[in-house]
């Protein structure tokens, strides 16, 4: 708009007539009809509301006088001795509530200093709460800043609330004036633009900041300070409880194409599409096309709360970060008020994104959680405050969980948590991406080999026994191990060995084997090898290693990832079975028997072959009847007669490739018995060095 239309000067009191102007209309009509109005405000903005309301009853007469009205501030009266705030208050309270007549109405300017701290209620407050209700004829005008708590008991007085957060976006025309617009652009004022920033500042405090704009040198023509007048306004709204975040999307997180497709496309394009337009119709039309949730849900690790950070960052937003556990309280409705607090804050911070982290801490569907009840109000509570956002308010709500499952239907609900984006395990590419980063970020030279050797290594499970996946922090992990070595070191002269140093978390006594279990060691891990290489449709082997790994095995075969690993057939699992049972075969060739290491074999051999038949229907005499998804593993009908179909189909899976797997070490021993004595020789063995093995014991 032309800065000429703007004000030449605004007074504080003005810019809060304007910009309170329907909170005071609501105060007045209420006070009017003899109901008491608990007024929830910044404390800077109490005293200016109460004399905007003051003016409004006045006006209202035809005398100018309006109802009576008796201050209660705590101020001695003239002639009166002084004894303290709160004891001149309870004084000033008692004469009013017992000496009030009819239209007179007590405003409390500081009721939650005399009647609450933030651990109790005040001696004040045990007399000041049986006078508040002693004369129910009284009307009471209360005010209430948001970081203090009030007790119920106090609420209970008041036949109504308001709360007053921020300021309409429409009346900055009437409270900026032309020299402070002048100061960001010599050529227009656009009020979107700055609403942005200041949407959760009362008008008071955007006052005094918009006056400290006002002494900024005027931007010459042609050469907005909009960028920076708007990040030093940044930097004055964002409290010390609330995060800056600067998590760039594509230079910070590697990998996730899809992820952030989805965020792009659905609401950060739309975000800049709306700083570009010019109507106000369109500007309020997009507005409401814009989610106000999303939840990210994956594994643990995955990046979920950087995802929210990035997402933040291309905002210009402040992120408030919330763990679901600690909002939680033993007291009645104090933990309804942790989540309203963290939503006011959000609000004076706007733009701002705020993170609940573990959000099914508290949002467990209903009837799946024995708990104290209060998940559910706070799952009420929360979808309140979510539904009360004014469109034009830059404020955006995320969600992580681990267990999408598991939360309450009403936040899934669309136009709640509108969308629900998976961050999952990173792939192939992921992986190799994030290793750039990292690499890049802490300047560690790795070859392309060496980050390759990664890529692979964190391929599968990172603890098998709770099923958890390598994820980027795993990678991160290993990348400041490796940092801190070179810092040691003075070089950085990596190896694959330090990598796989460097994924060992769990401390443990080194293991020490005898020549003879070396060999055992050698021959296992060898016949996985061999066949990993001769058996069809099998992935080759990478690399080989006697030497203990992360999880603690005395050895490992690291195996090339699958081309298709989203059509994995009948073929493709047998061909797993076979290799997966070579170890043993190779022990009971040499060595006439076998040892506990084929332990791990056995059991995932014996899943997948379960797999085939019970949940993939590949059996050949079973069929398609497969056990269902929501059947108990335990306890599942099944006939006596099924059940040893069942046992029988997958016996003859796994007999067919045991034979499989004895033939074709039996045909090849040589070459075995050349893999396992070079491991033994070499400990390790890569790519090309099992080639050119390989290809020399073919040739001879």
């Known amino acids: 708009m032309p800065i000429e239309t703007l004000p030449g000067e605004v007074r504080v009191e003005d810019a809060v007539e304007m910009a309170c102007a329907q909170d005071v209309t609501f105060i007045e009509e209420r006070l009017r009809r003899g109901m008491s109005v608990l007024v929830e405000c910044d404390k800077e903005l109490a005293l200016h509301v109460y004399l905007a309301v003051r003016a409004r009853l006045r006006r209202g007469t035809g005398n100018g006088r309006g109802p009576q009205i008796v201050i209660?501030?705590?101020?001695?009266?003239?002639?009166e001795e002084s004894r303290g705030n709160l004891a001149s208050m309870l004084t000033q309270l008692t004469t009013a509530i017992r000496g009030s007549v009819e239209r007179t109405i007590i405003v409390l300017l500081h009721l939650d200093v005399l009647t609450t701290t933030h651990t109790s209620l005040t001696m004040e407050a045990r007399e000041a709460i049986p006078l508040l209700y002693e004369n129910p004829e009284a009307v009471l005008l209360g005010f209430r800043d948001p970081s203090f708590p009030l007790p119920k008991v106090i609420e209970g007085v008041f036949a109504v609330r308001r709360e007053i957060v921020g300021v309409p976006r429409e009346s900055l025309a009437k409270i900026v004036t032309q020299r402070e617009a002048k100061a960001i652009d010599a050529d227009h004022f656009d009020p979107f633009a700055l609403y942005k920033y200041v949407s959760g500042l009362n008008p008071v405090r955007l006052r005094r900041l918009m006056q400290a704009v006002g002494l900024r040198r005027e931007a010459m023509p042609g050469?907005?300070?909009?960028?920076?007048?708007?990040?030093?306004?940044?930097?004055?709204?964002?409290?010390?409880?609330?995060?800056?975040?600067?998590v760039d999307l594509e230079r910070d997180i590697g990998g996730y194409p899809e992820v952030k497709l989805r965020l792009r496309e659905e609401l950060l394009d739309l975000l800049r599409r709306k700083d570009s337009l010019g109507s106000e119709s369109e500007i309020q039309a997009l507005e409401g096309l814009l989610p106000r949730?999303?939840?990210?849900?994956?594994?643990?690790?995955?990046?979920?709360?950087?995802?929210?950070?990035?997402?933040?960052?291309?905002?210009?937003?402040?992120?408030?970060?919330?763990?679901?556990?600690?909002?939680?309280?033993?007291?009645?409705?104090?933990?309804?008020?942790?989540?309203?607090?963290?939503?006011?804050?959000?609000?004076?911070?706007?733009?701002?994104?705020?993170?609940?982290?573990?959000?099914?801490?508290?949002?467990?569907?209903?009837?799946?959680?024995?708990?104290?009840?209060?998940?559910?109000?706070?799952?009420?509570?929360?979808?309140?405050?979510?539904?009360?956002?004014?469109?034009?308010?830059?404020?955006?709500?995320?969600?992580?969980?681990?267990?999408?499952?598991?939360?309450?239907?009403?936040?899934?609900?669309?136009?709640?948590?509108?969308?629900?984006?998976?961050?999952?395990?990173?792939?192939?590419?992921?992986?190799?991406?994030?290793?750039?980063?990292?690499?890049?970020?802490?300047?560690?030279?790795?070859?392309?080999?060496?980050?390759?050797?990664?890529?692979?290594?964190?391929?599968?499970?990172?603890?098998?026994?709770?099923?958890?996946?390598?994820?980027?922090?795993?990678?991160?992990?290993?990348?400041?191990?490796?940092?801190?070595?070179?810092?040691?070191?003075?070089?950085?002269?990596?190896?694959?060995?330090?990598?796989?140093?460097?994924?060992?978390?769990?401390?443990?006594?080194?293991?020490?084997?005898?020549?003879?279990?070396?060999?055992?060691?050698?021959?296992?891990?060898?016949?996985?090898?061999?066949?990993?290489?001769?058996?069809?449709?099998?992935?080759?082997?990478?690399?080989?290693?006697?030497?203990?790994?992360?999880?603690?095995?005395?050895?490992?075969?690291?195996?090339?990832?699958?081309?298709?690993?989203?059509?994995?057939?009948?073929?493709?699992?047998?061909?797993?079975?076979?290799?997966?049972?070579?170890?043993?075969?190779?022990?009971?060739?040499?060595?006439?028997?076998?040892s506990i290491g084929a332990h791990t074999d056995l059991q995932q051999v014996n899943r997948i072959a379960r797999a085939m038949v019970e949940e993939y229907g590949m059996g050949a005499s079973t069929g398609v009847l497969v056990r269902l998804d929501d059947a108990p593993r335990h306890g599942t009908p099944m006939s006596e007669r099924r059940r040893e179909r069942v046992d029988a189909e997958v016996t003859e899976i796994l007999e067919k490739e045991l034979a499989r797997a004895q033939a074709l070490l039996s045909g090849h021993r040589a070459m075995l018995e050349a893999l396992a004595e070079t491991l033994l020789s070499r400990k390790v063995l890569d790519r090309a060095e099992l080639s050119a093995l390989t290809k020399g014991e073919s040739d001879g």
């Open 72 to 79: 209660v501030d705590g101020r001695p009266r003239e002639g």
């Open 293 to 594: 949730g999303i939840i990210f849900h994956g594994p643990p690790g995955t990046g979920k709360t950087y995802f929210a950070k990035a997402m933040a960052t291309a905002m210009d937003a402040t992120v408030i970060i919330v763990s679901g556990p600690e909002l939680k309280s033993k007291w009645v409705g104090e933990s309804e008020e942790n989540l309203r607090r963290v939503f006011r804050q959000a609000r004076r911070s706007a733009p701002a994104v705020v993170v609940f982290d573990e959000i099914d801490a508290f949002a467990h569907a209903r009837g799946t959680y024995e708990g104290s009840g209060v998940e559910h109000s706070m799952v009420n509570q929360l979808l309140t405050e979510m539904d009360g956002f004014r469109g034009s308010e830059s404020v955006f709500v995320v969600g992580t969980t681990n267990f999408l499952e598991s939360l309450d239907g009403a936040l899934l609900r669309p136009g709640r948590f509108e969308f629900l984006i998976e961050i999952p395990a990173p792939g192939v590419q992921d992986r190799r991406e994030i290793v750039e980063i990292y690499d890049r970020k802490l300047e560690l030279g790795l070859s392309r080999e060496l980050q390759e050797h990664l890529v692979r290594r964190t391929e599968g499970l990172a603890e098998r026994a709770r099923g958890l996946p390598f994820t980027g922090d795993h990678i991160y992990a290993v990348c400041r191990a490796l940092k801190r070595q070179a810092i040691r070191t003075g070089e950085k002269n990596f190896t694959p060995e330090d990598i796989d140093r460097a994924l060992q978390r769990k401390t443990r006594a080194a293991v020490v084997l005898s020549p003879a279990e070396e060999r055992v060691v050698a021959f296992h891990e060898a016949g996985h090898a061999l066949l990993a290489m001769l058996v069809e449709h099998a992935t080759p082997p990478e690399r080989i290693s006697i030497a203990a790994d992360m999880e603690g095995a005395l050895g490992y075969v690291l195996r090339a990832a699958r081309a298709k690993p989203y059509a994995i057939t009948a073929a493709d699992m047998r061909a797993d079975i076979c290799v997966g049972l070579g170890g043993m075969c190779a022990e009971r060739l040499v060595f006439g028997e076998v």
């Open 223 to 246: 050469r907005s300070q909009a960028a920076q007048v708007y990040r030093e306004l940044r930097r004055q709204t964002v409290s010390e409880d609330v995060e800056l975040p600067n």
